[in-house]
């Protein structure tokens, strides 16, 4: 099942509550928000951009980091997979050989990203330092969601005094058979004025990816090096964008890639 998990990193102060942490938690709230603005359900009805799964405050636990959400991308099309043939004897149950087809992962990332970030805000007053986001199982690329996130632009056209900059670091997964240099290249392409990409910097190790999972190991990029990226605005929106276009570029390059992570910190 394709995975996405997104971790939020930080400080969660108090004084700015909306929502009692004894009556609802993170995982409620988040649910409920999703529903509100139509982008998942436990109704029955079909979810559109994703499926609920796992959602947890963490402040004041290790690595600063503040909460997390995990979502299941598995919520398109139904479609037909190849079953192998069962035994020539015998009884046996066979598979129906019928699966929904998952959601390309940066088209649903600024939704999820903000939805996340709006939950997070019901339990205080949020400084967020930086995100990361890790995929697990994702199916092979199908089509680029590009044209969609460009088409949003608008929304970022802010006064040059708000920009802010920030580090992106990545884990080898991400970069495949790339170099650093090489990605970079490419996501410099995509600088549109609001978002400018490079150049190739350095990554201090409080800044690199983190395992999430005890499971899933991460390997740092080769080069310890990552990427230096201007943003409109210091926000969850602008830096789900910024993500989301990194995991196009990277799944440009690699269709086939099913899991790496990308985090982003704010510089200074």
């Known amino acids: 099942m394709s995975t996405l998990f997104i971790e939020a990193f930080g400080q969660l102060l108090p ?32 979810s559109l951009l994703w499926e609920m799964e796992e959602a947890e405050l963490t402040a004041g636990t290790k690595e600063a980091r503040i909460g997390f959400v995990q979502v299941g991308l598995n919520v398109g099309d139904i479609e037909g997979v190849e079953v192998p043939p069962p035994p020539t004897s015998g009884f046996h149950y066979v598979p129906l050989g019928m699966r929904q087809r998952a959601t390309e992962p940066a088209m649903v990332l600024p939704a999820v990203v903000q939805c996340f970030d709006d939950a997070l805000r019901r339990f205080g007053e949020v400084e967020l330092s930086g995100l990361q986001v890790t995929t697990l199982s994702l199916d092979p690329r199908t089509r680029s969601p ?115 992570a990308v985090r982003v910190t704010r510089d200074g």
């Open 15 to 46: 004084g700015g509550e909306l929502i009692d942490s004894e009556e609802e938690d993170l995982y409620s709230v988040f649910r409920a928000r999703a529903e509100l603005m139509g982008w998942s359900t436990t109704s029955g009805r079909r």
């Open 146 to 260: 590009a044209d969609d996130l460009v088409s949003g632009l608008n929304w970022f056209n802010l006064s040059s005094s708000r920009r802010t900059t920030a580090l992106m670091a990545f884990d080898q997964e991400l970069l495949g058979n790339r170099t650093e240099a090489e990605l970079v290249a490419d996501l410099r392409l995509w600088n549109t004025g609001s978002f400018e990409f490079g150049p190739a910097v350095a990554v201090p190790e409080q800044h690199a990816v983190i395992a999430s999972f005890e499971s899933e190991p991460v390997s740092p990029a080769r080069s310890g090096f990552g990427v230096s990226v201007t943003l409109p605005e210091w926000t969850a929106s602008a830096v789900a964008w910024a993500i989301a276009i990194v995991m196009d570029r990277a799944r440009a390059g690699a269709p086939d890639v099913s899991r790496f």
